[in-house]
């Protein structure tokens, strides 16, 4: 009987696919099988994907979503899951990359039966330009306060990159019925749906193995895309703790370009805004820290002042622009 099953959305991957269907070839953990669901693509994944099922070693299988009117990852995902042999369902992307020992460590997380739902981190490589290097201390962050959050009782975030789930309990809170037209939010959606109906059995792997890798984008264009495209999915969630969250994390980047303003008004104000920035900076410089990623500690300034800028573009970007994904304009 199947154990895991590793479902892998794939839209236009033809220069993905192959690396992360080799990486899961490595796997310590031999009982499981992989879902490629193809999603719509015009380029030759479909092609990749058969030619490797001939010549990789273990259960493949490729499902192509042929009618128009079902696509986009959700769909993708929620067509795995129904066809799944597996009991776990784990997701990650094509565009990724998993070390030898991940399903192996997913598979022990749920020899503790109360958990329902586990993720790990997700982290960026080969980030060369300062772009990249902003993009991977975001990301490091993110995946830290995620986990912090997750142990206070409030799960924020998740990356469907490297997230699972029981089949059972997908079923039982019907997927992603509620936002399923809305392209962004596969991860974290599901996470705040399992979360309300079992509260303490969300897991977090912090092993080193369970890291799963992926490549930052490369240009402004393409971040500021990919977060608008993030940022319009908030507006959707219904957890009240989450969105009080995200209001006070928009604030805080508002204040280090307001109060400079301010400051020319009160000296006490530009003393606080100096107060507020080192307290900032010490908290990112732990969260790197925590990461084992100390090495982009030289572009905390940096990330200091240009990350709210960044932060609020995205905002007002998402009001008058309807982001897309690989050519396709997603609902938002």
Known sequence: ???????????????????????????????????????????????????????????????RLSDPAIFGKKMAITAGVNEAKGETIVITDADCRVK??????????????????VFG???????????????????????????????????????????????????????YEGNLKIASGDDEFLLHKIHKK?????????????????????????LLNQRTRWVCKWKHYKDTKVKLLIIIAVILNLFVYLMPIMAFLNKAIFFTEIV????????????????KNLRNSIYIPLFVFIYPLFII??????FFKKPNWKGRKIKV
């Open 100 to 117: 030898k020992e991940w399903l192996a460590e997913v598979s022990n997380k749920y020899r503790d039966f109360s958990y329902k739902m």
């Open 198 to 222: 079992y509260p303490k059995s969300i897991g977090y792997i912090n092993s080193e193995e369970v890291i799963v890798a992926t490549e930052p984008k490369r240009n402004f264009r393409e």
């Open 121 to 175: 981190r997700v982290i960026y490589t080969n980030a060369k330009t300062a772009i990249e290097k902003l993009q991977e201390i975001e990301f490091n962050c993110l995946m830290q306060l995620a986990k912090i959050f997750l142990k206070l009782g409030v799960p924020t975030m998740c990356s469907a990159a490297n997230m699972s789930f029981k089949k059972k309990v997908f079923n039982e809170v019907n997927g």
């Open 276 to 291: 507020i920035i080192i307290l900032i900076s010490v908290l990112i410089l732990e969260l790197l820290r925590k990461s």
């Open 313 to 318: 573009t995205t905002i007002v970007n998402s």
């Open 1 to 63: 009987m199947v154990e895991i099953s590793v479902i892998v959305p794939a839209r236009n991957e033809e220069k993905n696919i192959s690396y992360i269907l080799e990486d899961l070839s490595e796997q310590t953990c031999r009982n499981f099988e992989v879902i490629v669901i193809d999603d719509h693509s015009d380029d030759n994944t479909v092609k990749k994907v058969k030619d490797l099922q001939n010549f990789l070693k273990y259960p493949i299988r490729l499902i």
